[in-house]
């Protein structure tokens, strides 16, 4: 069945009559402005519409809840009219300060998504690969009974829970939780495999893994580069802030293999071959240094390492950077002129850089440029990463990632027992809960290498069994690489588990008669909590509507397995739960007493909800309010929001601004690497403080023993003293080191210098490295990839084996993937809604007008693409400048397909997209970051061949 049949056939179910374009729009409740738009369009697809008699409207309360779109990392505020407990239409907010009343398309339908005909509706298991509808009791005592058993038979470690980056902070952080006690770290999420990179890379360049300035602060900039992103479609709203820059006078820099929708707007459009941004970055840079055009007071005062960097960027004279980047001297050097002449500059990266085998080597090269420029702690300026869901940067901070605790606190002993005080239970009883003290302390394995884990040989794996159940929680399966490999895995699984409010491709693909359950979570429309935008403001949610059909939250389906598995009062300890639902409030304030080390302490889910009630009175561009009852606060509190709430901190705008006090948002570069490196200082320069600190120079981060020799322990009450007594600033419960610490106009973690040598990293500084898939052979000798490893993140993962492969004699073309403005992530929320189904009927290839000819392609017929893998995905061809002879590109949110097969059969009745199309992940080849085990996505090899 082809995707503009089965579009409309699923239409056809969602309303008892004729959908027309004029339908949708007055049926989703859009206002004026949408329905205006309507009038514009064709006679031919519009019809008449009838008003409902206002009469017949039962009476009732007409309110409006506050809500946050639930796509991208940009926050965009949504309100929600609410009738008799029906979402009757919605509204954009025009007074937030993020969205200004904008939308994007996906945004503007978002009330579909609450409302969408498609989502699974009651508890559902595989039998004899039908599914059938089951009670959530027998749900919950089934699986729960079958995991209970393999946890006997095998241990906690042969189960992994994969969760999801649209869970609010509470959810992610309570997972999290759970997943501790259930006693695993083969616990994952989102980020690893979208962003992963970027929080170790900006983390071990800067102090903390997350963007650094916000959207509105590119209001002050003069200059910005865009590379590896495409905001104009992917973070649509953030353009507003860039195009309002661009009218102000700032230059605008694109860099992509793919000529954009965002390169459309640039003043200097540079075209490079994937797989080679170091090359390009120290191209770069090489001029900068060559010029003179570097901020030597910056470098000399801020930073460590840097004479290692000029090393290796002198290797990259234009030569040799044009031959291996395809991109000419001149375009090299205008960048690098455009980017140094017009200060503060910034620099935005999305997945175009961070989904290489080389990602996070790839995030401190712009790291590192923004430092040789100066531009960090600056307004204008910083390392400014758009992340790709509403919630991945807070289930980043908080939640399930397999190596760190929540607030990134890592795994050690000390880690642990810090957070069983916290939690009040036992160290020995949690420590018990895990096969043992090793595997407690050891990293588990990620959601880009869960197959692997089930398909390697037992002895190869550094667990003591394979994984024999996963846990699908609010994850789409075709977002992950080599699904062919997936399959066969899920194939082996003894219970495959997906939780979610749609079916995913998880139901249609697994190839199983049984062992697999379907379990309808909600919304996160039918839930409170708080999400992390991008730019780290924190913001509320509240509640619009009731759970529908038979769906539960997701902290009540947390509670209900808990139960089951019998650690139910150790998970809620410290939360009331209401009818089995953890309450959404007692979560958040239990981060705000855990999270100190990265300021989640004070923002209470009091100050989030004045700041979603007073969004008017926070300035657009700076973010502060200017009166009002969060007067001096900055809006979402962005983190880190020091100390207790009662401090009243008014959270951080800018990362490692010195221009501000501590008090006031201002911040250094964290000491998180000790006071030397071989006999050099890593702290500041003695003039290079925040404003107001008690101490002009550098220093270590603040422990007990600190405030003491400082004469400042007095400070603290009894009763704070109690608790601070051998700790440090991140680990003293009582927030009291803090309190005194900001009160002295100091950073609690310390005063230090950034890394551009990390020496704990494969590359200390990073190096090109050809990409494993790479089309340039005569380049892999002179810059080849690492050595393979064994047990990298519980795994053996493979570098040099892979890459002395030719694969490019068989398959000459390079591929890459990117995302669409209609569809979001695994696309099966987006693809099911009729407003933005009809958008985007089709998976599709972009190919040059030269590649096209060879093999007789034709825009909107049918082509092959084939993959080293033997993957063979069927595709509309769109013929296409766009893209340079020699590459093609893919959206990566369809699924539905399987290699030409319409999967629509199996996929429970009624909950298939509207829209399915082959997963690009399905072809997709091998590779993985040698830091964070990232997913490489974005350059491949393939071939075409028409259909």
């Given at each position: 069945?082809?995707?503009?049949?089965?579009?409309?056939q699923?239409l056809?179910?969602a309303?008892?009559?004729?959908?027309?374009?004029?339908?949708?729009?007055?049926?989703?409740?859009?206002?004026?402005?949408?329905a205006?738009?309507?009038?514009?369009?064709?006679f031919?697809?519009?019809?008449?519409?009838?008003?409902?008699?206002?009469?017949?409207?039962?009476?009732?309360?007409?309110?409006?809840?506050?809500?946050?779109?639930?796509h991208?990392?940009?926050g965009?505020?949504?309100?929600?009219?609410?009738?008799?407990?029906?979402?009757?239409?919605?509204?954009?907010?025009?007074?937030?300060?993020?969205?200004?009343?904008?939308?994007c398309?996906?945004?503007?339908?978002?009330?579909?998504?609450?409302?969408?005909?498609?989502r699974?509706?009651?508890?559902?298991?595989?039998?004899?690969?039908?599914?059938?509808?089951?009670?959530?009791?027998?749900?919950?005592?089934?699986?729960?009974?079958?995991?209970?058993?393999?946890?006997?038979?095998?241990?906690?470690?042969?189960?992994?829970?994969i969760?999801?980056?649209?869970?609010?902070?509470?959810?992610?952080?309570?997972?999290?939780?759970?997943?501790?006690?259930?006693?695993?770290?083969?616990?994952?999420h989102?980020?690893?495999?979208?962003?992963?990179?970027?929080?170790?890379g900006?983390?071990?360049?800067?102090g903390y893994?997350?963007?650094?300035?916000?959207?509105?602060?590119?209001?002050?900039?003069?200059?910005?580069?865009?590379?590896?992103?495409?905001?104009?479609?992917?973070?649509?709203?953030?353009?507003?802030?860039?195009l309002?820059?661009?009218?102000?006078?700032?230059?605008?820099?694109?860099?992509?293999?793919r000529?954009t929708?965002t390169?459309?707007?640039?003043?200097?459009?540079?075209?490079v071959?994937?797989?080679?941004?170091?090359?390009?970055?120290?191209?770069?840079?090489?001029?900068?240094?060559?010029?003179?055009?570097?901020?030597?007071?910056?470098?000399?005062?801020?930073?460590?390492?840097?004479?290692?960097?000029?090393?290796?960027?002198?290797?990259?004279?234009?030569?040799?950077?044009?031959?291996?980047?395809?991109?000419?001297?001149?375009?090299?050097?205008?960048?690098?002129?455009?980017?140094?002449?017009?200060?503060?500059?910034?620099?935005?990266?999305?997945?175009?850089?961070t989904?290489?085998?080389?990602?996070?080597?790839?995030?401190?090269?712009?790291?590192?440029?923004?430092?040789?420029?100066?531009?960090?702690?600056?307004?204008?300026?910083?390392?400014?990463?758009?992340?790709?869901?509403?919630n991945?940067?807070?289930?980043?901070d908080?939640?399930p990632?397999?190596?760190?605790?929540?607030?990134?606190?890592?795994?050690a002993?000390?880690?642990?027992?810090?957070?069983?005080?916290?939690?009040?239970?036992?160290?020995?009883?949690?420590?018990?809960?895990f096969?043992?003290?090793?595997?407690?302390?050891?990293?588990?394995?990620?959601?880009?290498?869960?197959?692997?884990?089930?398909?390697?040989?037992?002895?190869?794996?550094?667990?003591?069994?394979?994984?024999?159940?996963?846990?699908?929680?609010?994850?789409?399966?075709?977002?992950?690489?080599?699904?062919?490999?997936?399959?066969?895995?899920?194939?082996?699984?003894?219970?495959?588990?997906?939780?979610?409010?749609?079916?995913?491709?998880?139901?249609?693909?697994?190839?199983?008669?049984?062992?697999?359950?379907?379990?309808?979570?909600?919304?996160?429309?039918?839930?409170?909590?708080?999400?992390t935008?991008?730019?780290?403001?924190?913001?509320?949610?509240?509640?619009?509507i009731?759970?529908?059909?038979?769906?539960?939250?997701?902290?009540?389906?947390?509670?209900?397995?808990?139960?089951?598995?019998?650690?139910?009062?150790?998970?809620?300890k410290?939360?009331?739960v209401?009818?089995?639902?953890?309450?959404?409030?007692?979560?958040?304030?239990?981060?705000?007493?855990?999270?100190?080390?990265?300021?989640?302490?004070?923002?209470?889910?009091?100050?989030?909800?004045?700041?979603?009630n007073?969004?008017?009175?926070?300035?657009?561009?700076?973010?502060?309010a200017e009166?009002g009852?969060?007067?001096?606060?900055?809006?979402?509190?962005?983190?880190?929001?020091?100390?207790?709430?009662?401090?009243?901190?008014?959270?951080?705008?800018?990362?490692?601004d010195?221009?501000?006090?501590?008090?006031r948002?201002?911040?250094?570069?964290?000491?998180?690497?000790?006071?030397?490196?071989?006999?050099?200082?890593?702290?500041?320069a003695?003039?290079?403080?925040?404003?107001?600190?008690?101490?002009?120079?550098?220093?270590?981060?603040?422990?007990?023993?600190?405030?003491?020799?400082?004469?400042?322990?007095?400070?603290l009450?009894?009763?704070?003293?109690?608790?601070?007594?051998?700790?440090?600033w991140?680990?003293?419960?009582?927030?009291?080191?803090?309190?005194?610490?900001?009160?002295?106009?100091?950073a609690?973690?310390?005063?230090?210098?950034?890394?551009?040598?990390?020496?704990?990293?494969?590359?200390?500084?990073?190096?090109?490295?050809?990409?494993l898939?790479?089309?340039?052979?005569?380049?892999?000798?002179?810059?080849?990839?690492y050595?393979?490893k064994?047990?990298?993140?519980r795994?053996?993962?493979?570098?040099?084996?892979?890459?002395?492969?030719d694969?490019?004699?068989?398959y000459?073309?390079?591929?890459?993937?990117?995302?669409?403005?209609?569809?979001?992530?695994?696309?099966d929320?987006?693809?099911?809604?009729?407003?933005?189904?009809?958008?985007?009927?089709?998976?599709?290839?972009?190919?040059?007008?030269?590649?096209?000819q060879?093999?007789?392609?034709?825009?909107?017929?049918?082509?092959?693409?084939?993959?080293?893998?033997?993957?063979?995905?069927?595709?509309?061809?769109?013929?296409?400048?766009?893209?340079?002879?020699?590459?093609?590109?893919?959206?990566y949110?369809?699924?539905?397909?399987?290699?030409?097969?319409?999967?629509?059969?199996n996929?429970?009745?009624?909950?298939?997209?509207?829209?399915?199309?082959?997963?690009v992940?399905?072809?997709?080849?091998?590779?993985?970051?040698?830091v964070?085990?990232?997913?490489?996505?974005?350059?491949?090899?393939?071939?075409?061949?028409r259909?």
């Amino acid at each position: 069945m082809g995707a503009a049949s089965a579009l409309q056939q699923g239409l056809a179910r969602a309303a008892s009559a004729t959908v027309k374009r004029r339908s949708f729009l007055l049926r989703a409740g859009l206002t004026a402005g949408a329905a205006g738009m309507a009038r514009h369009l064709p006679f031919n697809v519009m019809e008449p519409a009838q008003a409902a008699d206002p009469k017949a409207a039962a009476p009732g309360v007409t309110e409006v809840k506050h809500t946050i779109c639930s796509h991208c990392s940009v926050g965009c505020s949504v309100e929600a009219v609410v009738s008799n407990g029906v979402w009757i239409r919605q509204e954009p907010a025009f007074d937030s300060p993020l969205n200004m009343g904008a939308h994007c398309a996906k945004g503007a339908s978002v009330r579909e998504h609450g409302h969408g005909e498609h989502r699974l509706r009651y508890p559902m298991k595989l039998v004899a690969g039908k599914y059938q509808r089951i009670s959530w009791e027998q749900a919950i005592n089934e699986i729960g009974d079958k995991l209970l058993l393999l946890r006997k038979e095998s241990g906690p470690d042969s189960m992994i829970m994969i969760g999801g980056s649209k869970h609010s902070n509470e959810q992610s952080y309570l997972m999290r939780k759970f997943a501790s006690m259930w006693g695993t770290n083969n616990c994952d999420h989102q980020a690893r495999i979208c962003h992963s990179t970027t929080v170790a890379g900006v983390a071990q360049t800067f102090g903390y893994g997350a963007m650094t300035n916000s959207f509105n602060d590119l209001h002050f900039s003069k200059a910005v580069l865009f590379i590896g992103s495409n905001p104009a479609e992917a973070h649509p709203i953030s353009m507003l802030h860039f195009l309002h820059a661009k009218e102000l006078g700032a230059k605008m820099i694109v860099i992509d293999p793919r000529f954009t929708r965002t390169a459309r707007f640039a003043h200097h459009y540079v075209r490079v071959r994937p797989g080679t941004d170091i090359a390009l970055v120290w191209g770069i840079l090489w001029h900068v240094f060559e010029n003179g055009w570097e901020d030597k007071a910056f470098i000399e005062r801020r930073t460590y390492g840097m004479d290692d960097v000029r090393k290796e960027v002198a290797k990259w004279t234009p030569d040799k950077v044009s031959d291996v980047t395809g991109v000419p001297e001149a375009s090299v050097r205008q960048t690098a002129e455009m980017l140094a002449t017009n200060k503060p500059s910034s620099v935005v990266w999305c997945m175009g850089i961070t989904q290489h085998h080389v990602g996070t080597a790839n995030v401190r090269a712009l790291a590192i440029l923004q430092l040789a420029l100066g531009n960090i702690g600056m307004a204008g300026g910083g390392a400014n990463i758009y992340r790709g869901h509403d919630n991945v940067q807070g289930a980043t901070d908080v939640g399930p990632n397999p190596d760190s605790l929540p607030g990134y606190y890592g795994l050690a002993e000390g880690a642990w027992k810090y957070f069983a005080t916290a939690w009040g239970v036992d160290y020995e009883w949690l420590k018990g809960r895990f096969s043992s003290k090793e595997l407690m302390e050891k990293p588990g394995m990620v959601v880009s290498r869960w197959f692997d884990g089930v398909l390697e040989k037992n002895q190869y794996i550094d667990q003591p069994v394979n994984l024999r159940a996963v846990l699908y929680w609010g994850h789409a399966p075709n977002s992950q690489t080599r699904l062919p490999d997936m399959k066969a895995a899920m194939k082996l699984l003894d219970l495959l588990v997906v939780i979610d409010p749609y079916p995913t491709m998880t139901a249609a693909m697994h190839g199983r008669q049984d062992g697999v359950y379907l379990l309808p979570a909600t919304t996160q429309f039918e839930s409170s909590g708080s999400v992390t935008a991008s730019n780290r403001s924190i913001q509320w949610r509240e509640r619009v509507i009731k759970p529908l059909f038979e769906c539960k939250t997701d902290q009540e389906i947390m509670y209900l397995f808990a139960k089951k598995f019998g650690f139910a009062s150790e998970l809620c300890k410290n939360i009331a739960v209401v009818h089995n639902e953890p309450v959404i409030e007692d979560i958040l304030r239990e981060i705000n007493r855990t999270c100190w080390s990265i300021g989640y302490s004070g923002c209470s889910p009091e100050r989030l909800k004045l700041h979603m009630n007073n969004k008017h009175t926070f300035n657009p561009t700076t973010l502060l309010a200017e009166s009002g009852p969060c007067k001096g606060d900055y809006y979402g509190l962005p983190w880190p929001c020091w100390g207790t709430p009662e401090m009243k901190h008014p959270g951080t705008p800018i990362l490692y601004d010195l221009s501000k006090s501590v008090a006031r948002g201002g911040l250094p570069f964290r000491a998180n690497w000790g006071v030397e490196h071989n006999g050099v200082s890593l702290l500041a320069a003695d003039d290079s403080f925040p404003k107001e600190s008690e101490l002009d120079a550098g220093y270590p981060e603040f422990d007990h023993v600190f405030l003491k020799k400082l004469g400042w322990w007095s400070e603290l009450s009894v009763a704070e003293q109690a608790q601070a007594e051998g700790k440090n600033w991140k680990t003293d419960l009582s927030g009291g080191i803090i309190r005194v610490v900001v009160g002295h106009g100091c950073a609690p973690y310390g005063n230090a210098r950034a890394r551009c040598n990390v020496w704990n990293f494969p590359d200390p500084v990073p190096v090109h490295r050809e990409p494993l898939m790479s089309s340039r052979r005569d380049l892999v000798a002179r810059y080849p990839t690492y050595d393979d490893k064994a047990n990298f993140w519980r795994l053996p993962t493979l570098y040099k084996s892979v890459q002395a492969i030719d694969f490019a004699k068989d398959y000459p073309l390079i591929m890459t993937s990117g995302r669409l403005v209609e569809y979001e992530g695994g696309g099966d929320e987006t693809r099911s809604n009729p407003w933005l189904a009809e958008l985007q009927q089709n998976m599709f290839c972009e190919i040059n007008p030269q590649d096209a000819q060879q093999v007789g392609a034709v825009t909107g017929h049918y082509i092959h693409v084939e993959t080293p893998t033997g993957a063979r995905l069927k595709v509309m061809a769109m013929v296409t400048a766009r893209v340079p002879v020699g590459l093609v590109w893919m959206p990566y949110h369809f699924g539905g397909w399987w290699m030409g097969d319409d999967q629509l059969d199996n996929y429970p009745e009624g909950a298939a997209p509207l829209v399915r199309g082959e997963a690009v992940n399905t072809g997709w080849t091998y590779g993985y970051d040698a830091v964070t085990m990232m997913q490489e996505t974005k350059v491949s090899l393939c071939r075409l061949v028409r259909a």
